[in-house]
């Protein structure tokens, strides 16, 4: 299957996965008296809207080069990783807010029905299924829009062990804990919105690929024919792909036409072997005798 009906078949899963669930937890808290279930319910449909911006963030990404955008459009993709971390908090903030608002208010509170236990495992074993579904293409395809969307699975299926746990101690005598299993939601969730937005932030702001990938390129460049030394090297990342900008240095008595041939190499070669590098900058200096 090509890259485009993967993220088509990622998108359907995650979609109808999401409103099914999101109805069944819906009418399971409020049939059920669960308020926890209610925001876990509200999380679910939150997915939904996350999984049309990881869609429509990853076809924007794949547009080609044009002349407004001579580097590409990959950076949108970190844009829609952005727009749902942020998302993903805005639905954590209203979560607490509620958990909040009942724990101020104890004398409304009830005991829920069995309903929303089985609603809480059921919600459990799917989104866990669809994070490690999700995950898995989204790892194929090295997209961190995809990623986040997973993550989002992920955290609905920890809010509904927060529901769980809740929603159980609320029918042992202990209704306080279902307005403190939402709360307890909210946290996990935020966690998840933070580490979402700082990872699409760090690749929208140029950091680096980090000491160990440029230790490992730098000793792929050195093993290259021709190179006597790695004067430079910087990287930068690019969205979901990395630029190399390049010093190497080559015998100083070589014609220039060896010294491009050289400088080709290593560019040939290190796009080919590190698929995530989109473009090498090479220059080459006279080695030093």
Known sequence: MDEKGIVKRLSFVGIMGNVLLAGFKLFA???GKSGAMVSDAVHSLSDVFATFVAYFGVILAKKPDDEHHPYGHERLECV???VLGLILAGTGLGIGYGGIQKLLSPEELEVPTALPLVAAVVSIVAKEAMFWYTMHYAKLMDSSA???DAWHHRSDAISSVGAFVG????KL???IMDP????VICVFILKVAYDICMDALEKMLDASG???FEREIRGFIKEQPGVVHVDLLHTRKFGNKIYVDLEIAAKRDISLIEAHEIAERVHDNLEKNYPNVKH???HVNPAKE
């Open 80 to 82: 829609a990783s952005l």
């Open 180 to 183: 403190v299993a939402s709360l």
């Open 167 to 170: 929603i159980g101690l609320a």
């Open 29 to 31: 808290g409020v049939f």
């Open 280 to 282: 090498a900058m090479i």
């Open 173 to 175: 005598g202990f209704p």
């Open 210 to 212: 980090g000491k160990e």
């Open 146 to 148: 995809f990623k986040a």
